[in-house]
């Protein structure tokens, strides 16, 4: 293992098994693996639903007694520190054991603990025969705020599959322009603002609209949002999500469905689209190529899934 090393540890509902990995396909570029995975790239946890902790390791040993001395020779002094034992797949370590270990840590970084408000909190942890040691991040869940926006749509996406599909048509990359062509009331907007990265948004339904961009305003973000119907906007993207219409409330043809993901490739090369149905054809039809696909089941809904699909331009 060389320098900066981030080891991030996931958790999601057995629904969104596939999605997740999708999600770290795009931001990872590498899959989960005993529900972590050791990374040089440096991600928020919170920018994904699905990233519990992020351990920014900075030292590791096969012998722990070799661990804490260079935890001592590192001179640490952190005033209102605290240290957690983050277990990971395979470590047996029994609870009284893990607790004597965080005390040899605390033993050994000057400065007084505080584990109900730390200042910084430290991790260390065991997996395949070797000890690390580094800071703790953790997922803030500060996002559930947006549960509480105060327009709401009932076709709406969930917040896990909004932030989800962020970052994959972003696939990490803050510089992207992106667009949500279908946006509803804002809830993929949200999340792409919340994580930084640069989305506008399009609807062809004026209230909705008018609601995203109140939603969006109570939180604070600001961005762009078109009332247009998606064939009429002229702007190019680096990447464009699209949560189709489907059902009463936002109803749409097969021919409608298959305008709006035409719409969409003449002012974008990467699409992630979100469909209730197969729409494999239509994807090639417009010369895209069919990058990634999984379905989304919903939560006590074993009819009802979402499918996702991950497309670019064929060159
Ligand atoms: C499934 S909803 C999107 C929900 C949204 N992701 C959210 O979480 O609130 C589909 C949206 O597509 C919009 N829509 C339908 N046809 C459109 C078109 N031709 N151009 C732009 N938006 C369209 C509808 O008004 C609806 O808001």
Redesign the pocket.
Known sequence: MQQNTYIYTFKHDKTETALCQLESKYLFNQPIKNQLLFSKLKIAPSSSAFIKKRIDVFLYSKNYEILIDEVKKQNIFAEGFKVEYVVLKGDSTPYKIRLNKLRDIGYRIEGNPDYYNPTITYALCYYEEIWYFGILIKNNFNWHQHKQKPYS?S???SIHI?KALVNIAAAGNKKRSML?????????LLEACFAGYKMEG????WK?CRD?RKNLTHFNYTSTIYR????DLYRTYDAVIV????NL??K?TDN?IA??IA?VAAITDRMVI?STADIAIVISNIGFKLLDYCSVPKRGKISFARKIWVCEKER
């Open positions: 749509y076709n709406s996406i909004a949500d062509a279908c946006c509803g009331a804002g809830t993929i399009c609807d062809i339904n909705l995203a247009s119907d998606i064939r949560d189709l219409p489907y409330l936002s749409a409608d305008y709006i719409s979100v």
